[in-house]
């Protein structure tokens, strides 16, 4: 069929003006509170590539195409912060093999349980720079053991600076502040430090390319009395309940430490309950929840109540589950205005659900789907191909 001269034109000025606003008229808009596309944030920089928290490990996962990078912040003996993901640093350095420091091995209370091993509130930086980082998971490559020294937060900031302007985006950088309260009980309180050192970097606005992140709440209530930087409240689990669905908690992982120290008895889950968003949005602007908060998984049960093996591999755990019906987690945020940010995306079949098949990018697409705003992967790589194959849906 052809077009009459002035249908022709209207068609064309309706196509440049489409066009003018970035769009096509396949676009449909993305379901994140803020209509852009969600965030894929390197977990501790490329932890499934190389060992947490270094240097090596955030340039991989910009690399790959981060949005964001991750430095889990605990504090050095002379009040440095530094990127690991614990206070005990045995598991993430090669601290247990240093005879140096074979004195140093002690046991410390965190989050009311008693941790042996050896601390970084024990050892100056000076010190820490001598260790070297290590690969927590066993069945991870193991062979970059023993080759990247432990950051400090100026060096992540620097580092996302200068890989920003060689791939020609803003890199983000998201802190977490670890363990507030056992910090603050060894006079080594987190958060004006923190706050000083983004400072220098003129990152102190609410659009400022840094997020800030706790599973206490005491400690996001002061940082927002002190700073416009957006804010997350993590909210833990324990475990599943393969029968429900549901999230189990046992300590430490039932509630936030400080209201366990001011005797609050609420769990994490009542966090995401609408009352419970509505606390957060008081003081927050986004919650990060667990993945099953979201999707919770279930396994399949025979008449005796044994769960089956699904995967015929002798075991029944999490990979014999399958993702069932997603709660209204995401949309009751997102209209109070906070913002979502899950955890964490890992791409081991032994850590995905059964119905993803083996197939990680399936576990993204999901989540795309239901309007998280962001979320953390251990392959930033494999997060940004589901996600270009989000944008494909929507036309994008």
């Not at 400090?152 to 998201?174: F, M, N, P, Q, S």
């Amino acid at each position: 069929m052809s077009l009459s001269r002035p249908t022709l034109l209207a068609a064309l000025c309706g196509s440049l003006a489409l066009a003018a606003c970035g769009g096509s008229d396949n676009d449909r808009p993305f379901a994140t509170l803020d209509g852009k596309q969600p965030l894929v944030i390197g977990h501790r920089g490329a932890a499934g590539y190389l060992p947490d928290h270094t240097l090596e490990g955030y340039r991989k996962a910009i690399a790959m195409g981060a949005d964001f990078i991750e430095p889990d912040l605990v504090a050095t003996k002379d009040g440095e912060l530094i990127a690991r993901h614990e206070p005990n640093i045995t598991a993430t350095t090669d601290v247990s093999t240093r005879p140096e420091f074979a004195a140093r091995k002690t046991t410390r209370m965190v989050d009311g349980v008693a941790e042996t091993g050896w601390f970084a509130t024990d050892f100056t930086l000076a010190e820490i720079k001598t260790l070297r980082a290590i690969q927590p998971l066993s069945d991870r490559d193991q062979s970059f053991n023993g080759q990247y020294q432990i950051p400090t937060l100026r060096e992540v900031l620097d580092l996302a600076k200068a890989e920003g302007t060689k791939v020609g985006r803003t890199i983000g950088v998201y802190p977490e502040t670890k363990h507030p309260t056992y910090h603050e009980d060894n006079n080594l309180k987190l958060e004006d430090r923190l706050l000083a050192i983004l400072a220098e970097y003129g990152y102190t606005k609410k659009d400022s390319p840094v997020i800030l992140q706790s599973f206490e709440t005491a400690n996001l209530k002061y940082l927002r009395t002190r700073t416009n930087l957006r804010l997350i409240q993590l909210v833990d689990g324990d475990d599943y309940d393969f029968k429900t669905g549901a999230v189990t908690f046992a300590a430490p992982f039932d509630r936030p430490y400080d209201w366990t120290r001011a005797g609050r008895t609420e769990l994490f889950g009542s966090m995401v309950t609408p009352a419970g968003l509505a606390e957060i949005a008081k003081y927050a602007d986004g919650v990060g929840p667990w993945k099953p908060y979201i999707v919770p998984v279930k396994g399949s049960f025979d008449a005796s109540g044994k769960m089956q093996d699904v995967n015929g591999d002798g075991a029944v755990n999490y990979a014999d589950a399958s993702s069932s019906t997603p709660t209204t987690l995401v949309a009751d945020a997102h209209k109070l205005g906070l913002m979502v940010h899950t955890w964490t995306f890992r791409n081991e079949a032994k850590r995905l659900a059964a119905d993803y098949k083996g197939d990680p990018k399936a576990e993204y697409l999901q989540f795309f789907r239901l309007g998280v705003d962001g979320l953390f992967s251990d392959f930033s790589d494999t997060a940004v191909a589901a996600r270009q194959t989000y944008l494909k849906e929507l036309g994008r």
